[in-house]
């Protein structure tokens, strides 16, 4: 069974840096399309990040585009977000996600992704 193990988490203050990491020993990220999603108390999962295995294309949501980077260290089997100048509305549990296909303009729909992490907490407070 495929597990991906996500950490990195934690407390920062508004303007800080986090990088999240996504590890899994068996498995090859890059025969996915992955993807980083959060989810705040009382909403719905949201897409963050993703990466399309066939393309390589990269897409950010609007709210983090320009903070945000997701990467892939294909020798480590890691998946990271780097977030910077980061804000009290991203406070969330983030996800690391995978899928084996995700159809065009479907990559935000969390029905997809058959692989996914345990979350890990994001706080940004003062």
């Known amino acids: 069974e495929v597990q991906l193990q996500a950490s990195g988490g934690g407390l920062v203050q508004p303007g800080g840096s986090l990088r999240l990491s996504c590890a899994a020993p068996?498995?090859?990220?890059?025969?996915?399309?992955i993807g980083w999603f959060r989810q705040a108390p009382g909403k719905e999962r949201e897409g963050v990040s993703f990466v399309s295995s066939s393309s390589g294309r990269i897409y950010y949501v609007d709210s983090v585009k320009g903070r945000f980077t997701i990467s892939r260290d294909d020798a480590k089997n890691t998946m990271y977000l780097q977030m910077n100048s980061l804000k009290p509305e991203d406070t969330a549990v983030y996800y690391c996600?995978?899928?084996?296909?995700?159809?065009?303009?479907?990559?935000?729909?969390?029905?997809?992704?058959?692989?996914w992490g345990q979350g890990t907490q994001v706080t940004v407070s003062s």
């Open positions: 996600a995978a899928a084996e296909y995700v159809p065009r303009g479907s990559r935000w729909q969390v029905h997809w992704y058959q692989y």
């Open positions: 068996d498995f090859t990220f890059d025969d996915y399309d």
